[in-house]
Structures are given as structure tokens and as C-alpha cells.
């Protein structure tokens, strides 16, 4: 790399930290500025090799800045893009669309209706994220229903009731109500007895294949015009259990000829011989679909707006069926896309992380490789941090993205401002040091708050380095919050230089720990542990508190072992 590509890298690379710092009032990241620095600058790929090294000299300038010093140099490089950030530092508060109708209602009633298979991944934010949200706007109602009426496909979890709960306050939102779908089988019951007395649903012991046959083809049910005295005979020995799975349904009757086949004579109730988990719902073995259930609740409990998945239009519209022979109002519906998300290499699926679970390839549902809420909570991501990323989705009807970063853009405006700084070294080398330096380093515990004071870090005889930060022969560094070393003959000669030698650029400003002193750490990872040694003060940080590892990221300190300190690690 020659000079001048040099001072040009440098002269990006300073701009992109800036914007970083501070749009988020942090120190900058030189991982978040190698993206945009990369991407604007194509032609510096050529270089990678070279490129970080230079970054990560101006990266530790720009955060010996106090913020307004920041803010007014980026002021001086970018005033357009400066102007950008405070724009949207000053947007509108609401990233959702008003609800459909809102005013016709007198309160805003919604519902989150998970399935309790187990514990939310990440995806599953979005619902409470949303409707929690509608509800706080509008100074509303939500409740958690729990539609757990499949004991067979899609068995609850009986720990996945307060799971969920869980990660719903985790995310900051109280449910109004909580209701089981598996505790309301009586009222299903009684609809579905209005519905056969009305000519809206009848019993029908077709097989599958021969149903689906006949209604592909347009044709009835030899079973569709029994007499509602019979129907009711056979539903209500449906109930009693006088059936096995497969032998009975009941079937809603729609219009047999309609253009969209999955909405003729759609099913209601079905056997299942299999018995659910509760023992509450265990004797009951003719259940509701959940079209036929969930419609039936959402008019019971004055359900105004649904959101669901696009996937699931079908569902309204079979249960309007339903409501056309109640005479009911169906509610306001809005459908979505679904969120994708980036970062994991686990697939954002209950089933599929319970099996990884079971398998022992996953410890459980808060291992750091796993796309769960669990997971997130235990990094020390804020609930927060999850719903303003979600609401930031709006209520498309298209497939969305989530970049698991624009959820750790927000963490870190959270949690940066009151989060200590520490030392850590990953796989370090030990350096031996010469020249008599102070025995202690003080470096800040945080650098925008003197009032904290500072660490105590003793000295020793050696230090540990990463190898990434082991400088040439000759060369200087300077130990963050020590001094100025040059390498020479194996060890690091202390050099008295003062800070200017920093702020001119000539010499890079990395971490350390002593070598005597220091305290073994297992940092949990989503690729995996990561071994390093830590500054001795990280011994003494209480378990649950966050702690961000200066060049490293955030990391939540779980526990402290006999043998090491264990943290999970949320993000850069």
C-alpha cells in the first residue's frame, strides 16, 4: 500500500468511524466501519489485507474523542451525511401504519395466539412486538391465547406456556388476559351444536383420500344432507370419544363448487386419540381445528384487528363462513410477510431447534447459537433492542429481512452509555516488558463518564497480546491506558512518549492484559467458545451485568466458576 492510498484509506476510514460513533454515541467498531468503508470504496478490496490494519489505527484515534469533538469533525467531513442521522434521530415516532378503522371502535382489542410447542425464536417477536405496540398507541387490549388444540402434530410443550409468557415481558409487553384454547373445548362445543342446528355443519365419515377426491372435482358429500338431528347424534358421539382418529369429522358446509377448493366443507372438528399434555385436556379426544376454534374466540373475546401471516388468508375467509351463519362482524384483518433473518446458521424453527436440542448438537434454548429469544436474553440484547427492530419491519404484505445487526444498533445505544469498560486477550502471546513503566495502568472505566474513575490494572513483568497486535520488529505501540513500548529484542521497552504520538498517527493503540494477574474467560459465542484472559477486575463484576471488552464487544457475564469466568457475547 502506497502513501497516498494510504491517506486516502485513512481519510474514509475516519469519516465511516465518525458516522458510526456517532450515530450511535459510542465508541465506532471496526467491524461496522469495514462494511460501509469497503462497499463505498471498491477499490480498496485489493488491498484487504492492509486495509484493517489501518482502520483499526484510526478507529482507536476517533474514540479518543469526547462526542462533540466527534460530531463537530464529522461536521467538518461529512455535513451531509451528519445532517442525516440527526433527521432520523428526529423522525416520526410511529414506524407502524395506523390500524384500519381504528375510529369505529370504542377500544382496540388484539390478540397474540402462539402455539405452545415451545419457547419463541426470534421470528415470534414480531407478533407481540406489533400488536403491544397498537395496544400502547391506542391505549388498548391485548391478550396472550394460547391455540394448543393439536395434541398430536404440533404437541404443546407444557414448559412452553410460561416460556412464552416470558419472553412476551422480556420483550416489555403485560398481557390484559391470558387464555388456553385446551381450557374452552366446552364452548367450541356448544358453537358447533348452533352451528348443526342451523344446517352449517355436518358429520362426514369419508376418508381423506375419498373427500379430497370429491371435492376437487366439485361433487358432495354423500354425508353433506343428513338431518341435523342426526348430525347431532353423531358430534355429540364424536365428544364421547365413540370414534377413532380418522373415522369422524364434522365439516362446515360452505359452497361445494367454490373456485378455491381448500375453503369447500373445510373441517371443524376431528378425533385424536392421542391425549394432551395438560392434564386438564387429557380426556378430550374430539378437537377443534384451529380455524373453527380461533374464529370462534376471536368473536368471544371482541377481537377488533387480527394480524397474521399472508399465508393464512385462506383462514379468514373460511371462518367468515362461520360468522355468516352467527351473523357476526369479522374483524379488521391485516396479513404480512415473513421476516427472514441473516446471522444463524440454525434454521428459525421451533421443531427444528428442539430437535438440534434433543440431539445434543444445541445445549438448549438459550445456547448462543440458537435463533431464540432465550438465546438473545441470555447475550444481554435487550427485549428493547428486539422490538424497535421489529416494529422498524412496518406490516408489509412482502417478505421481509431482519439483519440481526440493525437489532445490535439498537442494544448498543441502549447499553453502551452505562456499560464499563474491560481488557480481554484472545489466544494472547506473552511479551516480556523493559524499561521501568508504571506499575499500575488506570485506564477509564468508561471513557465518556471521568466520574467513574478508573481501573486498576497491575503491571507485572509481561503482558499478553493478541497476535494480531503483536507489532514489527522496532516498532511502537501504545498499551491502552499504560504508555508508549517500542519492540526490540523480544520485549516491549517502555518509551515515556506521551499521548502525541497517538493523535499524529504514528503509532496504533491496542489492549492488553498482565500475564501474572490476569483471569481465565470462556466467552460463549454464536460460532462457538472463544478462550481468552481478562483484566483482574472482571472477577469482581457481578453475574447478569454487562461489561464491554474493549476491541472485542459486549459480552454479559454469566457466572464465575472455579476455574474461569463464563460470558456470553451479545455483540461488537
Not at 469519516?15 to 467491524?31: E, F, T
Not at 489485507?49 to 461536521?75: F, I, S, T
Not at 472463544?530 to 457481578?542: C, D, L, Q, S, W
Request: net charge negative; hydrophobic share 35%.
Amino acid at each position: 500500500m502506497n502513501d497516498e492510498l494510504r491517506e486516502r484509506v485513512e481519510r474514509e476510514a475516519e469519516k465511516h468511524a465518525l458516522l458510526n460513533a456517532v450515530k450511535h454515541r459510542s465508541d465506532a467498531a471496526v467491524g461496522a466501519v469495514m462494511g460501509p468503508l469497503m462497499g463505498d470504496n471498491p477499490d480498496f478490496r485489493e488491498h484487504a489485507d492492509a486495509v484493517p490494519g489501518v482502520v483499526g489505527g484510526v478507529v482507536a484515534r476517533v474514540n479518543e474523542l469526547e462526542y462533540e469533538d466527534k460530531r463537530a469533525r464529522l461536521e467538518e467531513l461529512a455535513p451531509e451525511e451528519l445532517a442525516e442521522i440527526e433527521a432520523e434521530d428526529e423522525a416520526d415516532e410511529h414506524d407502524l401504519p395506523d390500524l384500519p378503522n381504528a375510529d369505529d371502535y370504542d377500544e382496540i382489542r388484539m390478540r397474540c395466539a402462539p402455539n405452545p410447542n415451545g419457547p419463541w425464536h426470534v421470528g415470534h417477536a414480531r407478533m407481540p412486538a406489533v400488536i403491544g405496540t397498537y395496544r400502547d398507541r391506542y391505549d388498548g387490549w391485548f391478550c396472550v391465547r394460547f391455540d394448543d388444540t393439536d395434541p398430536e402434530t404440533k404437541r404443546p410443550d407444557l414448559d412452553a406456556y410460561d416460556a412464552i409468557l416470558e419472553d412476551c415481558n422480556y420483550l416489555g409487553f403485560e398481557p390484559d388476559a391470558i387464555y388456553r384454547a385446551s381450557d374452552r373445548l366446552e364452548t367450541y362445543y356448544s358453537h358447533a351444536r348452533d352451528l348443526i342446528e342451523m344446517g352449517g355443519a355436518y358429520t362426514c365419515s369419508c376418508s381423506g383420500e375419498a373427500f379430497s377426491e370429491l371435492k376437487n372435482s366439485g361433487e358432495a358429500c354423500p354425508h353433506r344432507d343428513k338431518g341435523a338431528e342426526t348430525v347431532l347424534e353423531e358430534f355429540e358421539a364424536m365428544i364421547d370419544g365413540a370414534y377413532d382418529s380418522g373415522d369422524m369429522v364434522l365439516r362446515v358446509k360452505t359452497d361445494i363448487e367454490h373456485k378455491n377448493p381448500a375453503l369447500r366443507d373445510w373441517v371443524a372438528f376431528r378425533m385424536i386419540d392421542t391425549p394432551h399434555p395438560r392434564a386438564e385436556a387429557s380426556e378430550y379426544r374430539c378437537w377443534p381445528m384451529l380455524d373453527f376454534q380461533s374464529g370462534i374466540d376471536d368473536h368471544l373475546l371482541e377481537i377488533t384487528h387480527i394480524i397474521r401471516g399472508i399465508d393464512l388468508q385462506d383462514s379468514a375467509k373460511r371462518q367468515r363462513f362461520v360468522y355468516d351463519y352467527f351473523d357476526w362482524d369479522y374483524p379488521e384483518v391485516i396479513h404480512w410477510g415473513h421476516v427472514q433473518l441473516d446471522a444463524y446458521d440454525v434454521k428459525m424453527s421451533t421443531s427444528t431447534i428442539a430437535a438440534l436440542i434433543e440431539a445434543g448438537e444445541l445445549d438448549g434454548w438459550d445456547d448462543p447459537r440458537a435463533p431464540t429469544l432465550k438465546s438473545l436474553r441470555r447475550r444481554g440484547i435487550r427485549g428493547e433492542a428486539i422490538v424497535e427492530a421489529m416494529v422498524g419491519l412496518g406490516t408489509s404484505t412482502s417478505d421481509v429481512d431482519l439483519a440481526m445487526s440493525s437489532i445490535y444498533a439498537n442494544n448498543r445505544e441502549l447499553i453502551d452509555d452505562e456499560t464499563d469498560r474491560r481488557f480481554l486477550v484472545r489466544e494472547g502471546n506473552q511479551v516480556p516488558l523493559a524499561g521501568s513503566p508504571p506499575d499500575e495502568a488506570n485506564p477509564p472505566l468508561h471513557p465518556n463518564h471521568e466520574d467513574r474513575g478508573v481501573r486498576e490494572i497491575p503491571v507485572g513483568d509481561s503482558v499478553l497480546l493478541e497476535p494480531a497486535d503483536l507489532p514489527q520488529r522496532e516498532d511502537r505501540i501504545w498499551l491502552k491506558g499504560l504508555g508508549c513500548f517500542q519492540f526490540t529484542r523480544d520485549v516491549l521497552q517502555y518509551t515515556g512518549e506521551d499521548i502525541d504520538v497517538v493523535r499524529e498517527g504514528d503509532v496504533d493503540v491496542v489492549h492488553w492484559v498482565p500475564a501474572a494477574e490476569s483471569v481465565p474467560v470462556r466467552m460463549r459465542t454464536m460460532e462457538g467458545n472463544v478462550t481468552g484472559r481478562a483484566e483482574p477486575g472482571v472477577a469482581a463484576i457481578e453475574p447478569d451485568e454487562m461489561v464491554q471488552f474493549e476491541r472485542v464487544g459486549f459480552a454479559r457475564i454469566d457466572r464465575h466458576d472455579d476455574e474461569e469466568t463464563v460470558a456470553y457475547y451479545a455483540h461488537d
